[in-house]
C-alpha cells in the first residue's frame, strides 16, 4: 500500500492509546496482554503485602490491578 510515493508496511498488529488490535479487528492480543501484566502484579501484591487483612490487599487490588482491567473496557465495573 502507497501513501504518496512512500510504501507502508504492513504489520500483524498496532498498538494505538494502549490497546492493541490486530489485523483481523480482534483484540485477543490485547486482552493477553492486559491478563498477563495484571497476573504479575497480583503476585507482586501478594509477595509484598504480608498482611492477611483482607481490607489492605482489596485496597491493593483497587490501586495496582483494577485501572489495568478497566482502561480501554467497554463493560464498566458496576455492572460486574
Not at 498488529?13 to 504479575?40: M, Q
Not at 504480608?50 to 490501586?63: E, K, Y
Request: aromatic share 8%; proline share 4%; with cysteine.
Amino acid at each position: 500500500m502507497l501513501l504518496g510515493d512512500d510504501k507502508l508496511a504492513t504489520v500483524d498488529s498496532v498498538k494505538h492509546l494502549g490497546i492493541t488490535v490486530d489485523s483481523e479487528l480482534k483484540f485477543s492480543r490485547h486482552v493477553g496482554n492486559i491478563v498477563a501484566r495484571a497476573h504479575a502484579r497480583v503476585n507482586l501484591i501478594r509477595k509484598c503485602f504480608l498482611s492477611p487483612d483482607a481490607q489492605t490487599l482489596m485496597r491493593a487490588f483497587i490501586v495496582y490491578v483494577r485501572p489495568l482491567l478497566e482502561y480501554g473496557s467497554c463493560v464498566p465495573w458496576s455492572h460486574i
